[in-house]
């Protein structure tokens, strides 16, 4: 009989995740029923759409719309909606991704529906509860019959913390097989088009940077509250990004939402956006910051995923972060990622030395794009197990 997996979407990290997997769920049709679930927690319907179509995902089977909110509203949202969805459709496992907040919300709501759950990309610790996301790992780690880890980093985290070994399933990054599968399309993009395309001003003095080269420029992501919500950490990262940084290269800036709103509230923007070396754009999809990572000269961000793809293409990376869950790509563990948080002058110096640090590509054991078929592997083997729970799972959740 096939085993109905129900894999868990809630924001636009988790498509990069999710992609690989469903697709080596589909090469096993004669063992598996995939039904995909988009709770919705960010969305965005051209990116989302955008995404699934690039990344070859197939249409969500159900969206639960839950929206924007407070970290509390969306969890509740989305418990209340998903649990409709198990109810109804009864899988045999509910495979969670990354640490959104919907991660969290439906491992809770399976596990309280007598349901397995699977997350990938277990075991990852930031070690700072500060941080939302790190509530939801969690808390999903603490639920969940499978951890799958990226790498032995995590899975040092997870024994640490009492998980059982038959739990633990070290099966490399996920993230990386999308990065494999679509690398070629982004390497064959135009840099200068993919900067053009999408310019939030394209009359902008500072599109006069281009034409753009391969290692000719810098690259900035920033959108953690941490680094954007208060003027005292936002504001003299911008005036040394704008004031020294972009003067050594041009400097180009995809703006999350939020950052542009607070840079806006405090006055920050128009100065931005008339200086003549830093191109400001909308968010891009996948194959155009792949794109960016790339060709860039050193990668400036706070996002995790993105430090672990500089890691695996080479870009030496400032990760504007006090702390991060994916350790593995530091320069301590031969990867090529440094953390600075916002104070500028470990940034500066930070960025002196990507400035003189040839690239160096680093894959970490597993990072090799099969992480995807080593999941499905472990879920067709932990069949009998799921079988023999299936017959205890209550109707209705009474």
Same mark, same amino acid.
């Given at each position: 009989m096939k085993k109905r997996?129900?894999? $868990? $979407?809630?924001?636009?990290?988790?498509?990069?995740?999710?992609?690989?997997? $469903?697709?080596?769920?589909?090469?096993?049709?004669?063992?598996?029923e995939p039904l995909l679930v988009h709770t919705g927690q960010h969305y965005d319907r051209e990116m989302s759409e955008s995404f699934f179509q690039s990344l070859d995902i197939p249409a969500p089977d159900l969206h639960l719309g839950v929206g924007s909110g407070t970290h509390a509203e969306q969890v509740g949202r989305t418990m209340i909606e998903f649990e409709k969805v198990v109810r109804t459709v009864r899988p045999d496992w509910v495979v969670v991704v990354g640490d959104v907040n919907a991660t969290c919300a439906c491992s809770i709501t399976a596990k309280k529906e007598g349901v397995r759950v699977a997350h990938i990309e277990a075991g990852l610790r930031s070690f700072d509860l500060g941080m939302p996301e790190e509530i939801n790992r969690m808390v999903t780690d603490r639920l969940s019959d499978l951890l799958f880890t990226p790498d032995e980093i995590s899975g040092g985290h997870l024994r640490r913390e009492g998980v059982p070994e038959e739990r633990i399933r070290f099966v490399g990054n996920i993230m990386i097989d999308t990065l494999d599968a679509h690398r070629a399309r982004a390497e064959a993009m135009d840099l200068n088009a993919v900067v053009c395309d999408h310019a939030i001003d394209p009359a902008a003095r500072g599109l006069a940077s281009l034409p753009l080269r391969p290692g000719g420029f810098l690259v900035l992501t920033l959108h953690r509250p941490s680094n954007v919500d208060a003027r005292g950490a936002l504001e003299p990262l911008v005036r040394f990004l704008a004031d020294e940084a972009a003067h050594n290269l041009p400097l180009v800036w995809t703006v999350h939402p939020r950052t542009r709103k607070q840079l806006e509230a405090f006055g920050l923007w128009d100065g931005l956006a008339r200086h003549p070396r830093m191109l400001l754009l909308k968010p891009v999809d996948y194959h155009a910051m792949l794109k960016l990572n790339l060709e860039a000269r050193v990668l400036l961000t706070d996002s995790g995923g993105l430090q672990e793809e500089a890691c695996v293409l080479g870009t030496p990376c400032v990760t504007l972060r006090d702390n991060t869950e994916r350790p593995i790509t530091l320069v301590e563990h031969g990867g090529v990622s440094v953390l600075t948080g916002h104070d500028v002058d470990r940034v500066r110096r930070a960025l002196a030395w990507g400035l003189s640090t040839p690239r160096k590509p680093f894959r970490p054991p597993l990072w090799d794009g099969r992480t995807a078929d080593r999941i499905a592997a472990a879920l067709t083997e932990e069949m009998p197990h799921a079988e023999a729970r299936s017959t205890e799972r209550p109707v209705g959740g009474r």
């Open positions: 997996i129900l894999s $868990v $979407v809630g924001a636009r990290p988790n498509f990069m995740k999710i992609a690989p997997f $469903v697709q080596a769920l589909r090469r096993r049709a004669d063992r598996f």
